[in-house]
């Protein structure tokens, strides 16, 4: 399935990767997240995308791996955002799918964490961002 047009509007979820929130719904954005988003744009604009879906998750979105062309190789864009350190690799209780590359992703990630890349290079505290989603969606509940 080609979804080129949907994953350069970021409605799409790459499977086994999760970056940094831009801000959304009210919550302000994650430390990371501007920089991500533009690493995602700069590594799409004018390629050739391919998405294989693996299903919908929880807010319809499709789950896919997805592959660029970089020259004459294909490019799997989670792990290329993984060894960049502007994602980690995913770690939700539910939703998971690593088509089969989880010790490539895991791999990745920990390269890119040793290398102190993107946000792993960060100041402070690291927050996941799984870590982040779970503390705002924390703050949502107590202010009910």
Do not use: C
Not at 43 to 58: C, E, F, M, N, T
Not at 134 to 143: H, L, W
Request: net charge positive.
């Amino acid at each position: 399935m080609d979804e080129g047009a949907n994953i350069q509007k970021g409605i799409e979820r790459y499977d086994g990767v999760d970056a940094p929130e831009m801000a959304h719904f009210g919550r302000p954005e994650q430390p990371g997240g501007k920089e991500a988003l533009n690493w995602l744009h700069n590594y799409l604009i004018d390629r050739r995308v391919r998405a294989y879906v693996y299903k919908r998750d929880q807010y319809d979105r499709a789950v896919a791996t997805v592959y660029v062309w970089r020259g004459f190789l294909r490019r799997d864009v989670g792990l290329q955002m993984l060894r960049n350190g502007i994602a980690t690799v995913y770690e939700a209780n539910t939703g998971s799918e690593f088509g089969g590359l989880e010790a490539k992703y895991r791999s990745a990630e920990w390269w890119a964490k040793k290398r102190r890349k993107g946000i792993w290079g960060q100041r402070g505290a690291f927050e996941s961002p799984r870590e982040y989603k779970t503390r705002m969606a924390v703050g949502e509940d107590m202010k009910k």
